[in-house]
């Protein structure tokens, strides 16, 4: 009896400390989607009940005035864009390093974990230096190559985990059936590792549309802009105005957020593929 009630306990306190941090990690969207739909005064005077009346009009303010929807499209390109091409080549260099044989194989392993350490914050003023004096400033296939480089070391090392995690008998009984090595990448390896290839989708996706410093720092045009920067500008231009504020925060985090309850299910799956191996 007494085991039972210190599992039941154990349970108990278990239960009441995760929904402790479920109000921490929810309470801040439930605040910015109804006070998207408030005013100022009903923000100020009751911010933690549901809206008296529904003020769409703050959605409007945030597109037609805080041009959110052309930086939203904006950013949409580039998370999209440089999600296939990190994907697609990150899937490549991993195939190479975990089931070719090569001189300097281990090598370039040890590259792509060092590359893990070097955040792209930290060396982004070499970077300035050089795209100021080549001027290129305002181009999105810079910032793509910029962001692909950046998120290419994490792919590779979860990729490459995930493929070490894959049997070698599969691709010898393809090719000894006359798959080539191409073959052998697209049509055998490349569905068994689906989950990784979510997992960093995701990771991608959702750094890619937050980032705020390259973005800034590389994109003067206003049309050019992404949704965090254009917030940031929105916020000193529309600083009393928090109803429109919240509601374009809101359609900022609406994309990451849906993207990761549809693929939430592969997260763990392709964090933890390669663990067995």
Not at 19 to 24: E, P, Q, T
Not at 143 to 161: D, E, N, R, V
Not at 236 to 251: E, Q, T
Request: aromatic share 12%; glycine share 6%; charged share 15%.
């Amino acid at each position: 009896m007494r085991d039972r009630g210190k599992k039941i306990l154990k349970k108990v306190v278990l239960y009441l400390v995760s929904f402790l941090f479920l109000f921490i990690f929810i309470y801040p969207l439930y605040f910015v989607i109804i006070s998207s739909f408030k005013t100022n005064t009903e923000i100020f005077i009751k911010p933690f009940s549901l809206p008296t009346s529904i003020h769409l009009e703050n959605y409007v303010t945030a597109f037609e005035v805080g041009n959110i929807g052309r930086q939203f499209m904006n950013s949409m390109f580039l998370a999209v864009t440089t999600l296939i091409l990190t994907s697609i080549v990150a899937s490549m260099v991993s195939f190479a390093i975990s089931r070719l044989r090569f001189k300097g194989q281990g090598a370039m392993r040890v590259y792509f974990v060092m590359g893990m350490m070097i955040p792209i914050q930290s060396i982004i003023v070499p970077i300035a230096w050089v795209v100021n004096n080549l001027d290129i400033r305002d181009n999105y296939f810079l910032l793509i190559l910029l962001f692909t480089a950046s998120h290419m070391p994490l792919a590779t090392f979860i990729i490459t985990g995930s493929m070490n995690s894959l049997p070698s008998s599969l691709e010898e009984a393809a090719i000894i059936d006359g798959c080539s090595i191409y073959k052998v990448y697209s049509k055998i390896i490349l569905p068994l590792i689906k989950p990784a290839i979510a997992t960093i989708g995701i990771f991608v996706f959702m750094y890619t549309w937050n980032d705020l410093l390259v973005s800034m720092v590389f994109i003067g045009d206003a049309d050019l802009r992404t949704i965090s920067v254009g917030i940031l500008n929105f916020v000193g231009a529309r600083r009393s105005d928090y109803g429109a504020l919240m509601a374009a925060i809101f359609v900022s985090i609406l994309p990451p957020l849906i993207m990761y309850i549809v693929l939430q299910e592969n997260v763990v799956k392709g964090l933890t593929s390669g663990a067995n191996k």
